[in-house]
């Protein structure tokens, strides 16, 4: 063992994931995690990053952890810390880190700014039109939906929102009742929706599509089906009733979310049409990206696409990171190594390691802080429609232990903190709490197992979709 140590800069789920693909390197010797969770030490090779037995959180103390231990690669898995420009100043100061300049987060940063960049390079988008002006952003989407009777409008907050931006509207009504509460009342996303894109909804399969790039290369990594809406089709009573615990009138409204669960390898990302979102989408991106800015792309790059019945690609929307739950059921079938992926990438030679992926079908499901009525002895406040509305935390959280050990558990949102016998217990401490992630032969064969093992786990309001790969089978 060379002993290389490795910083992951991520909270969640997706932090835990990539920590652990680093530690199954043989080069590797630790793995730091910051943020981190009750789950980055549970990893072999895996601790949290501390300074003072605090973990470092700010841009500039994270730094100072990366010189202090001496770090060999630092990795970003959040947005917003890149669009913050860590990576921008980790590199003046000569640390190798992995992932987009602030320049390039851009792409997710603003939406309108990265519509206007893929128009101009005649990548294919949704017909789409900005807005800073809500009265403006009504008027239009009064008169699109008076000229296309039946056709619905994307309404997208420019800005980072944690995947939660992007609201589908069926009706001229739903699309002024979102552009109200975006950008004028409650202002659901904060600065992000200061400005809007609309875009005219397309009918088709979405698709997460996933690539790295080193600037000059570009290379698909394998791929997820990802399932963004809080509920299943089949649970209309609950869409309705989180809506209205929400005050949202648009009760039938199924909200996105980060991610409720996945699986790998996509059911229907053939050869053909990779090839074809190389071709007109990803390369020409990261290509024309270079040329209209002077910044070269390095990093991780996703693109969220909606595919025609033609098999025709547009983007709905990039990405600068990896996604969140993707990750956790992609890198476990990632055979090549990490670290030494990584490595490739920043030294500008990733046209020089082949990929290697595992046969084996890995599907993950995301448990969620759901509806809980929490005891008025441990704080009251009534009931809350549970993720990704308001919540309940500090839940205890039990039956780890009865996880099957070939079983992934990576953690979202956890923490240990004492009970009131002062034991040392795990809790919730966000919307998304764990992701749980089995692997078989076969689509059926990880689902059975997933399914099988999550039921062991137990939280207060705990809930989670029972569809994660049904319609695949």
């Not at 590199?91 to 940063?109: D, S």
């Not at 809007?196 to 791929?223: C, H, N, W, Y």
């Not at 966000?430 to 039921?455: F, H, P, S, W």
Request: charged content about 25%; some cysteine; hydrophobic content about 35%.
């Amino acid at each position: 063992m060379s002993g290389k140590k490795v910083f992951v800069v991520d909270a969640g789920g997706r932090g835990n994931a990539i920590a652990h693909a680093f530690a199954k390197s043989s080069s590797v010797e630790t793995v730091f995690i910051s943020p981190g969770n009750a789950g980055s030490e549970m990893i072999e090779k895996c601790r949290m990053a501390t300074v003072d037995g605090k973990p470092p959180k700010t841009i500039s103390e994270m730094l100072a952890f990366a010189k202090h231990e001496l770090i060999d690669l630092t990795f970003i898995g959040p947005e917003g810390y890149l669009s913050e420009g860590i990576v921008n100043v980790f590199q003046e100061e000569g640390q190798r880190i992995l992932g987009p300049r602030k320049e390039a987060a851009i792409l997710e940063n603003s939406k309108c700014t990265t519509k206007d960049l893929l128009k101009s390079l005649n990548v294919p988008v949704p017909p789409c039109k900005n807005f800073d002006d809500p009265a403006l952003a009504r008027e239009y989407a009064h008169q699109f939906c008076s000229d296309n009777p039946g056709q619905g409008l994307v309404i997208k907050a420019d800005g980072l929102a944690a995947g939660k931006g992007s609201v589908v509207c069926s009706t001229e009504e739903e699309a002024l009742s979102t552009i109200e509460r975006i950008m004028v009342s409650p202002k659901l996303f904060g600065q992000a929706g200061e400005r809007i894109e609309i875009e005219k909804r397309l009918e088709g399969r979405e698709l997460m599509f996933f690539a790295l790039s080193d600037g000059r290369t570009v290379q698909p990594l394998e791929s997820a089906l990802d399932y963004k809406q809080a509920f299943s089709t089949d649970e209309a009573v609950a869409v309705r009733l989180f809506n209205k615990l929400s005050n949202n009138p648009n009760l039938e409204n199924n909200p996105n979310t980060g991610g409720m669960g996945g699986f790998s390898p996509h059911p229907w990302l053939d050869e053909e049409l990779t090839q074809k979102i190389m071709n007109e989408i990803a390369m020409p991106t990261v290509r024309g990206f270079h040329e209209a800015t002077g910044h070269e792309y390095v990093g991780v790059i996703y693109f969220g696409l909606m595919i025609s019945e033609e098999k025709e690609p547009s983007v709905l929307e990039i990405n600068v990171r990896l996604g969140d739950p993707e990750t956790q059921v992609i890198l476990p079938r990632l055979e090549t190594d990490f670290f030494q992926l990584s490595e490739a990438l920043l030294d500008r030679k990733l046209d020089s390691v082949p990929l290697q992926w595992s046969s084996d079908y890995c599907l993950g499901i995301c448990a969620t802080s759901g509806r809980a009525i929490k005891p008025h002895s441990s704080g009251g406040g009534g009931e809350r429609p549970g993720y990704p509305g308001e919540h309940y935390t500090n839940m205890p959280i039990t039956g780890l232990e009865k996880v099957d050990p070939d079983v992934l558990v990576y953690h979202n949102g956890t923490a240990f903190g004492q009970d009131a016998t002062d034991k040392r217990r795990l809790f919730t401490t966000g919307g998304r709490v764990l992701t749980l992630v089995a692997r078989g032969r076969c689509l059926a064969e990880a689902r059975i197992k997933a399914y099988d093992n999550i039921k062991r786990i137990r939280f207060n309001g705990m809930r989670y979709r029972k569809d994660i790969g049904q319609g695949y089978l």
